[in-house]
């Protein structure tokens, strides 16, 4: 475990306590954000929620959509424009014409033009490895790691190096797995058993309460994941991806997580390193 004071430790804990029942904007039924053409917490339809989710996942990532409310806001455009075609196999012409005509208020990444690819390759795993529904298909595995292994494998993108964080696949699992906030559609599977999902702003509040070094901030790979997540596991040992969403919501500067940070007693110096040291 990473040389946390006691008091830090416990103040830790409060801070994910107090954000635990924040809703993911992939799936928040805030008004300001696009809304989704699935309802999230209908469990009739958990395999459609499922199969959208996973392809909000897939492209979740900074280089790709640029901020997590464009991959929300990219997977509505597309619903938008191709209907049910959009959980099709081998749409790859149709997602880079509807890509191409998606704007937002926020740029994408620098690497979005590999997207349609991406999006392909996650509708043909379902099609063919998950046999159409992901829900059925999750009840033949006993842990979350060995399906996170089958979608970083099939899926572009999503962690076949298994040095990577596996950030994306990891968070899907965050999704499938825990309770309310998340979705909990994989019933069969333990909270327990999930690593935390590390992107640059998990990390980046990781480093600010001395659970990994800050060096490590430049290249993130999985024994970061595995630091991050033995501390979790501290923290709350059933549910150690708890921290994810407060950690990231901190690390991207969210005014309701710094506010809570600063209540509990963290100064506004360790607060402005977490921003002036990436």
């Known amino acids: 475990m990473s040389a ?18 924040v809703v993911d904007i992939q799936f928040s039924d805030d008004p300001s954000l696009p809304k989704l053409p699935v309802d999230p917490r ?7 929620t499922a199969h959208h989710m996973l392809l909000v996942a897939s492209v979740d990532q900074r280089a790709l959509v640029g ?4 991959a929300r806001r990219l997977l509505v455009h597309c619903y938008e424009k191709l209907g049910e075609n ?27 033009h590999v997207m349609p690819h991406i999006l392909a390759s996650a ?9 159409g529904d992901l829900v059925r298909w999750a009840r033949n595995f006993n842990s979350p790691s060995s399906i996170v292994d ?12 298994p040095n990577s964080t596996r950030k994306k696949a990891w968070m899907y699992m965050r999704w499938m797995v825990r309770p309310y906030p998340d979705l909990r559609i994989w019933e069969n599977l333990s909270p327990k058993d ?5 992107d640059i702003n998990v990390a980046k509040a990781a480093s600010l309460f001395g659970i990994m070094p800050r060096e490590s901030l430049k290249v993130l790979d999985w024994s970061d994941v595995v630091t991050i997540t033995n501390f979790a596991r501290t923290l709350f040992p059933g549910d150690p ?18 506010r809570v940070a600063l209540k509990l007693g963290l100064t506004a110096n360790t607060m402005n390193s977490l921003y002036t040291r990436s």
Not at 42 to 48: A, E, H, L, Y
Not at 241 to 258: E, N
């Open 4 to 21: 946390v004071d006691p008091q830090t430790f416990s103040k830790l804990r409060k801070f994910v306590e107090e954000l635990s029942d």
């Open 42 to 48: 209908d469990k009739s339809n958990s395999p459609r």
């Open 67 to 70: 901020v997590a409310e464009n």
């Open 194 to 198: 999930l690593f935390v999902p590390v």
């Open 150 to 161: 089958a979608i970083a494998s099939n899926i572009a993108w999503m962690g076949a190096t």
């Open 123 to 131: 509708n043909r795993f379902v099609a063919t490895t998950a046999g």
């Open 86 to 112: 959009l959980y099709l196999e081998g749409n790859l012409d149709s997602f880079a014409t509807v890509l191409r005509e998606f704007r937002s208020p926020l740029p994408l990444g620098k690497s979005n």
């Open 241 to 258: 991806a708890k921290i994810d969403y407060p950690f990231f919501l901190l690390g991207r500067g969210d005014s309701k997580a710094c």
